[in-house]
């Protein structure tokens, strides 16, 4: 069967880069966004090579570079002394090892590229304001024909971590929260300490908490995002952080003073459960949040558009919705899981405490930058399933 017009739920990274990734096969989507217009939402985000090489590809090149920094390298240090541990070379490096550059740059510039390209496609229709099948007991083939008006040959449920359309396809498969969340907030580089280098990527490891610091260069902004123990529901968030940060040293724990914008978002995972239900198909968070110790689900939800663009493009002419649909799952499952388990690795490593933390920091110490940047070549480089 031929895919001509596809529904697509949700219109954040998945959402979007599936749309433009469906356009450049000529078909047509319907973005159907709940929220009324396009707001700048949280505020910095990492795009690692293997999330670059597919926004390329996409002929986003010559927007991103322009919006964004790629920094020199990741440099791990010690939250309780902020001594440096080990450091990972990027910038030009990343660009010659993983053939693809890694860059950080504001989610509002992100989308504000994903979106210029989606409407300057030609092929891609928004409906605004519509909580789409929320609470509803139609299926989704109902609830699209109610929104839209128009016949799909398939719809993408690209509906974020609480998707509507989920509970669909695995009505049991509710997001388990991670009694971890995540504080972001921004610093001016004015209110900069000498010490942090605005050029890099940071991550300072400590016990049960981590802290990742980036330069939001268009922004002239540094994005802070601390991990600690929280479940969300927590009505201050500036106590709560300078509680888990307590033992951490107080130069880092200044930084929190400084800050703006203080937000806070619960962590949660989407594991298991199955991702395809009677020409519905669930990708990005909708399918399999994960916790950001990886740096991977914008990165994940990116290389799920472009494989669900390739199998379309491959079987669906000649084959059946279910059978693209099987095809896309195969090459996406494996991948996943693996980043997930990675992101698990990290968790352990970056807030290991005792013994542990010991030994991290002698066999991170002990590899010389290269060895590190050899673990990630199936993660940042080319890929058969991204
Ligand atoms: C603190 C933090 C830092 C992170 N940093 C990184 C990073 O550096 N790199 C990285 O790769 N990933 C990172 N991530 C993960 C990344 O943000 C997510 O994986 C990514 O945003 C998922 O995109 P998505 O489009 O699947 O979902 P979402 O971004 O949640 O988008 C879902 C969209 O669907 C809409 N929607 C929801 N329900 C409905 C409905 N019923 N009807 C219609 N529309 C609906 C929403 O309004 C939204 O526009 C981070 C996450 C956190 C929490």
């Not at 509970?167 to 969340?181: D, E, L, M, Q, W």
């Not at 330069?215 to 902004?221: D, H, L, V």
């Not at 529901?233 to 929190?256: K, Q, V």
């Not at 690795?345 to 940047?373: C, I, Q, S």
Request: positive net charge; proline residues 6%; hydrophobic residues 45%.
């Amino acid at each position: 069967m031929t895919i001509r017009h596809v529904a697509i739920v949700g219109g954040g990274i998945a959402g979007l880069t599936t749309a433009l990734a469906l356009a450049r096969l000529d078909i047509r989507t319907t973005v159907i966004e709940k929220t009324s217009r396009f707001e700048a939402v949280g505020a910095g985000i990492q795009l690692s090579p293997n999330a670059s090489r597919c926004l390329f590809k996409l002929g986003l090149q010559q927007a991103l570079v322009a919006a964004w920094h790629e920094p020199p390298r990741i440099r791990l240090s010690s939250g309780r002394n902020r001594r440096q541990i080990a450091e990972m070379p990027l910038g030009d490096f990343a660009r010659r090892r993983w053939g693809a550059p890694y860059g950080v740059l504001h989610r509002a510039d992100l989308q504000r590229i994903l979106l210029g390209a989606a409407e300057a496609s030609g092929l891609v229709h928004f409906v605004m304001n519509s909580r789409w099948h929320e609470g509803e007991e139609r299926s989704p083939r109902e609830a699209v024909a109610a929104a839209i008006d128009e016949s799909v040959d398939l719809i993408v449920g690209a509906d974020g971590v609480h998707s509507a359309t989920r509970r669909f396809i695995a009505p049991a498969n509710n997001p388990r929260s991670t009694g971890r969340i995540a504080m972001r907030m921004t610093l001016k580089d004015a209110a900069l300490p000498r010490w942090l280098d605005p050029e890099e990527l940071t991550v300072f490891f400590g016990p049960s908490a981590h802290l990742v610091a980036y330069p939001m260069k268009r922004q002239g902004e540094i994005n802070l995002v601390a991990i600690c123990a929280g479940s969300g529901r927590e009505p201050a968030a500036l106590p709560l952080l300078r509680a888990a940060f307590s033992r951490w040293d107080g130069e880092i724990r200044s930084l929190f003073s400084s800050g703006t914008d203080l937000g806070a978002w619960p962590i949660y995972d989407v594991t298991d459960g199955p991702w395809r239900n009677d020409g519905v198909v669930l990708i990005g968070d909708a399918a399999h949040a994960m916790p950001p110790y990886a740096a991977q689900g914008a990165a994940m939800a990116i290389e799920d558009a472009l494989a669900l663009a390739e199998c379309i493009a491959e079987v669906s002419a000649t084959r059946s919705i279910e059978a693209t649909l099987r095809l896309y799952e195969a090459r996406r499952r494996p991948r996943i899981d693996k980043v997930r388990r990675r992101g698990a690795v990290n968790r352990l490593a970056y807030h290991a405490r005792g013994p542990l933390r010991l030994g991290r920091d002698v066999v991170l110490a002990l590899r010389p930058p290269e060895h590190l940047a050899a673990d990630f070549d199936w993660l940042y480089g080319e890929h058969p399933s991204a």
